[in-house]
């Protein structure tokens, strides 16, 4: 059966075309538009935020809260330290301060006192300088009291480790009871609220790329997105010759991993490209085809090659058509009216 079709579809494609004598058939030309010049590559999904958080103070680990693939909320507590010498510093740090401030007050009393008394004539200059450089003493004391205890509530801080971010734990690399020291690694982890794409671009094309700066990404299920910004590596691989090029998305993407492959689309150029109406071709088992109608009104069965869509309703004609030849918008209809043509019949007294 499908042999007879093929056959029958091919007598059609030989056979002259026949002069439209009964129904008008509705058409619309072939036109000729400039479009974007695009350039498709893979890409790899990347995370703007992929970090492993690190212990900032020592201490033996008490509690871990998630563990992988546990979802985080930015802010949440990761990792508890025990905190015994932290909290031990801190009373240190709070009593030196409320000694520093004794000492201070003590020391501004003293030097008010000996000033009223230099006014007065009473005591000599090497006392008041003395009293002033007690002052000065004391104030710096203060000081490095009131930095002290910021800095052992610093440290305190540190036993409470929280998620810098809101994402998922993709890896933990300590147990309770072990003993973590500034440095150790503790928790790595992703945010899929903010994602990228890293292509590899041939040097060929990065001219074109810095000048027009448009690209976008396909995502699962077909739909494809705009990149917010790109960013060019300004150096190429030497092994491979590409330049790495990152695009940024929108946040809060779905079904959106990092490392996935994704095909990515640059715009690089304009180029003219002939464009048809969607509805006017016609799909014939392994045959795209088209009805044209030539000036004297004749229609033709005529085998095309097409590219993308462009835009709701039309479609790139890559091979098969030349501007300005018409194309009928009814391919049932143009069917009808070419096999009436062709059997000698006209329109309007032929009954199938």
Request: proline letters at 5%; charged letters at 25%.
């Amino acid at each position: 059966m499908k042999k007879i079709f093929r056959s029958f579809l091919f007598s059609l494609l030989l056979a002259p075309l026949a002069q439209v004598q009964g129904a008008e058939l509705a058409t619309e030309a072939v036109r000729q538009v400039v479009v974007p010049r695009i350039f498709r590559l893979d890409g790899v999904v990347e995370a703007v935020n992929q970090s492993t958080i690190s212990a900032q103070t020592s201490g033996q680990v008490e509690a871990i809260y998630y563990d992988v693939d546990d979802v985080v909320e930015k802010g949440a507590l990761l990792v508890k330290l025990k905190d015994t010498e932290q909290r031990a510093a801190l009373r240190r740090a709070e009593a030196d301060l409320r000694a520093a401030r004794a000492v201070l007050k003590d020391a501004e009393s003293s030097y008010r006192r000996i000033k009223d008394l230099y006014d007065r004539k009473l005591v000599s200059k090497s006392e008041l300088d003395s009293a002033q450089a007690g002052l000065k003493t004391a104030r710096a004391k203060m000081d490095s009291a009131r930095a002290a205890l910021e800095q052992a509530k610093e440290q305190l801080s540190y036993t409470r480790v929280t998620a810098p971010y809101t994402g998922i734990v993709t890896e933990r690399h300590v147990q309770v009871g072990e003993v973590a020291h500034p440095g150790t690694p503790l928790m790595s982890g992703v945010s899929l609220e903010q994602l990228r794409v890293s292509v590899d671009v041939p040097q060929s094309l990065v001219i074109p790329i810095r000048e027009k700066r448009k690209a976008g990404v396909e995502l699962p299920g077909g739909h494809w997105i705009e990149a917010r910004r790109i960013t060019i590596f300004p150096f190429a691989d030497p092994a491979s010759n590409t330049f790495k090029v990152r695009l940024e998305l929108p946040p809060k993407l779905e079904n959106l991993f990092p490392g996935m492959l994704v095909k990515s689309a640059f715009e690089t150029g304009r180029m003219p490209v002939l464009v048809i109406p969607a509805r006017a071709v016609a799909y014939r088992s392994e045959v795209t085809a088209v009805y044209v109608l030539d000036e004297e009104g004749r229609i033709g069965f005529r085998h095309v090659r097409l590219g993308g869509p462009l835009g709701e309703e039309h479609l790139v004609v890559l091979a098969g058509l030349q501007v300005g030849e018409r194309v009928a918008l009814d391919p049932v209809q143009a069917g009808v009216e070419l096999k009436k043509q062709r059997s000698g019949r006209s329109g309007g007294d032929s009954h199938e």
